[in-house]
């Protein structure tokens, strides 16, 4: 069962434009939302994250906004740069797991010049 | 500051074999993680070490998959006998987190990518 449900699979996005990736979860239990980016040949590194307790962070030209109630969760990416290309990956996690992260499968982004 | 140390970054073995991946933390973290990311797919935890102890394996299919931390620093995770659907990345991860600390960021190393034939 998927703990972490993400999309779209795939997003290509203009220079300059937007790019949008959205996460649901199941478990309320969860109470702490990374995302991860990854590019080819890498390991995935900590981008941003955040706590149910609030309802936006942002940080540069990443934000994510958390809805508790939807149990949702999205990131923003603004001006989107060709160096942006990557595959993002959102994640939840609680406590009482010491740790244990659930990731979603994955959304490769492709920004176009 | 050094990353999270990887070896080998490749293999390629034929099912059936036995294979072993090598994972060195960052010095002083205490939690150590092993994923498996097959392509497409988000990571999924293995096997989560504190210091030398076994904190997660419910992921972990021990009748072929093994792993150890010794001495809390190095860890080794082994499968035995290989099958076709083990093909995938294996990452390793590591974390200064105390337990119960959810937010601690988790640092990955670049994966040893396996091909089982």
């Known amino acids: 069962q998927q703990q972490v449900k993400q999309s779209p699979q795939s997003l290509i996005v203009q220079k300059g434009g937007i790019s949008i990736i959205n996460c649901a979860y199941e478990?309320?239990?969860?109470?702490?939302f990374p995302w991860y980016q990854q590019f080819p040949g890498k390991g995935p590194a900590l981008l941003i994250a955040?706590?149910?307790?609030?309802s936006e962070k942002k940080e540069g030209r990443f934000t994510i906004s958390f809805n508790k109630s939807a149990k949702q969760f999205s990131l923003h990416i603004m001006d989107s740069q060709p160096g942006d290309s990557a595959t993002y990956f959102c994640?939840?996690?609680?406590?009482?797991?010491?740790?244990?992260?659930?990731f979603g499968r994955g959304t490769q982004l492709t920004v176009w010049p | 500051e050094a990353g999270v140390a990887q070896s080998p970054r490749y293999k390629i073995i034929e099912k059936r074999q036995s294979v072993a991946f090598w994972c060195n933390p960052i010095?002083?973290?205490?939690?150590l993680y092993w994923y498996q990311q097959i392509l497409g797919q988000g990571p999924k935890l293995l096997i989560q070490?504190?210091?030398?102890?076994?904190?997660?394996d419910s992921q972990l299919p021990k009748d072929r998959f093994s792993a150890e931390r010794l001495k809390g620093v190095d860890s080794t995770l082994k499968i035995q006998p290989a099958k076709l659907e083990d093909s995938a990345v294996y990452l390793c991860?590591?974390?200064?987190?105390?337990?119960?600390?959810?937010?601690?960021?988790?640092?990955f190393g670049p994966g040893t990518r396996l091909t089982v034939l």
């Open positions: 955040i706590r149910p307790d609030v």
């Open positions: 070490f504190q210091n030398n102890g076994v904190v997660d």
């Open positions: 478990n309320t239990a969860f109470d702490y």
């Open positions: 994640a939840a996690n609680r406590g009482s797991t010491l740790g244990r992260l659930y």
């Open positions: 010095s002083g973290h205490a939690t």
């Open positions: 991860a590591s974390s200064s987190r105390l337990a119960g600390d959810s937010t601690d960021t988790q640092y």
